[in-house]
């Protein structure tokens, strides 16, 4: 079983809708989890992180974080032609000054159509 | 507002050939990585060093040497390169311990012939 699982797509979500996407990790201590948004031949750039059990919203963004069953996931409202990109799941994993690292998924991509 | 700067951009090398992919970074980061991208793989650790001088090895630390040489500056060496590292190489960095995100460059985009 790979530490953090997404489903690699691709997702495809009508313009204005809700795209919703998920992530499964395996490390039961992880307590640090991101959300990095890809653009093609771009470089990850930090949506969102979230650290506590619930919901996280930042704009039309949403991240959710369900611990017991060590799950994450994103939503994104009102989607638009720009959300289109591979967004990719990071955990934290490790504990202590030199051990934290993080461990990604291999993306999901997400193609909003007009 | 630089943040991580990588250089170079696009890089293209000889099979037994070496170079060294150079990283900065200017927001006073303690801890600095260097990942590979290749399609369908996602990111993955190649080196990573939590604090000017100290390196440790990542998931696929085999071709690679690296070198932290302040605390800004991380380089990233392939002594003989081979057409297997053909990849896109991203060095990112983060403050340290705590929920402290990271940061990424560029990237290199590299091929080996």
């Known amino acids: 079983q790979k530490e953090v699982e997404q489903n690699s797509g691709p997702l495809s979500v009508p313009e204005g809708a809700i795209a919703s996407l998920n992530c499964t990790y395996s490390?039961?201590?992880?307590?640090?989890f991101f959300w990095y948004r890809q653009y093609s031949g771009k470089s990850p750039e930090l949506i969102m992180s979230?650290?506590?059990?619930g919901d996280k919203e930042d704009g039309r963004f949403t991240a959710q974080l369900n611990k017991a069953s060590q799950y994450v996931s994103l939503l994104i409202r009102d989607s638009q032609p720009s959300d289109s990109a591979t967004y990719l799941c990071?955990?934290?994993?490790?504990?202590?000054?030199?051990?934290?690292?993080?461990?990604f998924g291999t993306g999901t991509r997400l193609t909003i159509i007009p | 507002n630089a943040g991580v700067t990588q250089t170079p951009k696009f890089q293209v090398l000889k099979t037994g050939q070496s170079m060294t992919l150079q990283c900065a970074q200017d927001?006073?980061?303690?801890?600095m990585y260097w990942y590979r991208q290749d399609p369908g793989m996602g990111l993955r650790l190649i080196y990573y060093?939590?604090?000017?001088?100290?390196?440790d090895k990542g998931e696929v630390p085999n071709g690679y040497n690296v070198s932290r040489l302040n605390k800004r500056e991380f380089s990233l060496r392939l002594e003989s390169a081979a057409p297997s590292q053909t990849s896109v190489y991203f060095c990112?960095?983060?403050?340290?311990?705590?929920?402290?995100?990271?940061?990424f460059g560029d990237g290199t985009r590299l091929s080996i012939l």
């Open positions: 979230i650290y506590s059990n």
């Open positions: 490390d039961r201590v992880s307590q640090s």
């Open positions: 927001m006073n980061h303690n801890s």
């Open positions: 990071a955990v934290k994993v490790g504990v202590g000054f030199g051990n934290e690292k993080l461990t």
């Open positions: 060093s939590a604090s000017e001088g100290t390196t």
């Open positions: 990112a960095s983060t403050r340290g311990l705590g929920n402290q995100p990271q940061h």
